[in-house]
């Protein structure tokens, strides 16, 4: 008998984030192939008779292929399990859904993709700013801040960064932002633009740096945070930038 193959958004990190389906399919997985972008507090709902396998690659500090991902997680479901390849965020948005739902369709493993709540959308609730508003942002889009060898992407769209009525996601962005905000400005992104790095989105310890763009590579390097980072820019978070000064931290106390 074979099983099936879950893609499964984990959400940005918050456990109440997870979707009614998503937490009923960890309840009743039998191996779960996860990322290092997952939250501890979300791994400790899978159920102990599971298989736990970390396959994560972020940073390079893990050296496993996606060919090898793919190769286990169809060896598994072919044996008869419920595989669930549980991701950061949304499985659909800068995680090789494609490559790994190609994999199951290659070996006739049945396949289906439960989304999440992507790292923009959580942080955005969690600082009360919307995306797109009528006075300042027509428009979202998520950008790569890496191509598949690690450094900037050649083929990014300048002129949609440029575009001051956009608000713009930048996922994985650290070891390339600088680079970035230079090319991007030279083809006309006002370095005054607001924006946000923001850390370990949801979570109890959440790190935002705010500062115009053209300063926040640097404000980015000095904070030297830890955890999963996400930059986001626009005039949408003008307010806010004009408001917070040094990083602010969800476990901050103030009084």
Known sequence: ??????????????PELLTVKALRLLR???????DDLVAPEILKLIPSTAQLHNVGKRCGKKKILQGEIN?????????????????????????RAGEEIAACQAAAIPVDVVPGIT???????RLGIPLTDRKHARRVQYVTGHA???????????????DPATTSAIYMPTRTLAALVTKATAEGLDP????????????????????????????????????????????????????????????????
């Open 192 to 255: 005054q633009t607001p924006a946000l790095a923001i850390a370990n989105a949801t979570r109890p310890n959440q790190a935002v740096i705010s500062a115009p763009i053209g300063e926040l590579p640097v404000r980015l390097a000095q904070a030297a945070l830890t955890g999963p980072v996400l930059v986001m820019l626009g005039h949408v978070f003008g307010e806010t930038a004009g408001a917070r000064s040094g990083v602010a931290r969800a476990d901050q106390k103030t009084g």
């Open 119 to 125: 790292a923009a959308q959580g942080a955005a609730s």
């Open 71 to 95: 190769c286990l997680m169809v060896a598994l479901a072919a044996s008869g399990l419920r595989v669930i390849r549980l991701k950061g965020g949304d499985p659909l948005i800068f995680a």
């Open 28 to 34: 009743s997985a039998d191996a779960v192939l996860h």
């Open 1 to 14: 008998m074979r099983g099936k193959v879950y893609l499964v958004g984990a959400g940005p990190g918050d």
């Open 148 to 162: 598949h060898d690690g450094n900037l992407p050649a083929d990014l769209d300048w002129q949609s960064l440029a």
